[in-house]
């Protein structure tokens, strides 16, 4: 156990952590001041992917198993996000309305074939309500990433990783605590370029490949694993966060905001801790 734990930490956290450091500041450093800022996002989503494989090894095609889609649809989500922050373009159509939209719908139209095909009842509510839930995860990211404080956003995905790796490892889910892990350390690289002073922003391919992970992170978790659903869905509380303090008061003070944030999340996540470790 011992080993396994040891293994963890330094093939997936430690890698995760350090690819996201080192390819934050190559990509801000390559691609100059203003693209190199916009693309920097693309860290987290990479350091995600390479610990991923680092840790698992890539599946092979057709995954067997909803482990092994979340490194196919994390990938998605990732060049997906990334094209239109090379395009600098955010059209309201894609990013506002239909990303939100289809993105969680592919996660769980994939992940949850068997109980779309199988037409069971529980199976379609369980996705119906993770639809909703990611798509406010999306939403959510979104609007963070138009604030300049680029710091905020990674606070944000750290915390409800922690949380989500914390309740899947309660709930016996060894392979979704250790994912959930790796977003958690991949988002903390991008945080220690951002705080205490803001130097990139949290764009699209850090907001797609961010949230798609959580989406499709918590969806395996809530279909195939015995964790608390109910802790599962407390985690979404920690997107509220910004709407809470709604950073008037800390106007101009980014490294106050970013702890804020961090503050205010630390109650939902610990009351989904207490949920899951009481059931």
């Known amino acids: 156990m011992e080993e396994l734990v040891y293994e963890f930490l330094l093939s997936g956290i430690g890698v995760a952590l350090l690819v996201s450091v080192l390819l934050c500041g190559a990509i801000r450093f390559g691609a100059g001041y203003d693209t190199g800022a916009r693309l920097a996002g693309l860290a987290i989503g990479v350091a995600f992917l390479v610990a991923y494989i680092n840790l698992f090894d890539w ?5 067997r198993s909803a482990s092994q889609k979340v490194g196919y649809l994390v990938l998605i989500g990732l060049v997906a996000g990334g094209v239109l922050d090379w395009l600098d373009k955010r059209p309201p159509e894609i990013t506002g309305r239909l990303a939100p939209v289809l993105l969680p719908a592919i996660i769980f139209g994939w ?5 779309i095909t199988s037409f ?3 199976g379609l509510m369980i996705l119906a309500v993770l639809w909703l839930a990611g798509r406010f995860v999306f939403v959510r990211l979104q609007d963070v990433g138009q604030n300049r404080n680029a710091a905020v ?3 944000l995905v750290l915390a409800a990783s922690v ?3 914390a309740i899947a490892f309660i709930g016996s889910a060894a392979s979704q605590a250790q994912l959930a892990g790796l977003l958690a350390a991949a988002a903390g690289g991008f945080l220690v370029w951002n705080w205490p002073t803001p130097r990139f922003v949290f764009g699209q391919a850090a907001v797609f490949a961010a949230a798609t992970a959580l989406t499709a992170i918590a969806t395996t978790i809530a279909l195939y694993t015995d964790a608390d659903r109910l802790a599962m869905g407390l985690i979404l509380a920690v997107f509220l966060a910004p709407s809470v303090l709604a950073f008037k008061p800390l106007a101009g003070k980014p ?6 944030v961090g503050g205010v999340t630390l109650l939902p996540v610990a009351l989904a801790v207490a949920v899951a470790l009481i059931s």
Do not use: K, M, N
């Open 59 to 63: 599946p092979t095609w057709p995954p």
């Open 111 to 115: 992940i949850g074939w068997r109980e």
């Open 120 to 122: 069971d009842v529980e």
């Open 153 to 155: 956003g990674a606070v």
């Open 163 to 165: 949380g989500i790796s």
């Open 255 to 260: 490294a106050l905001q970013s702890l804020a």
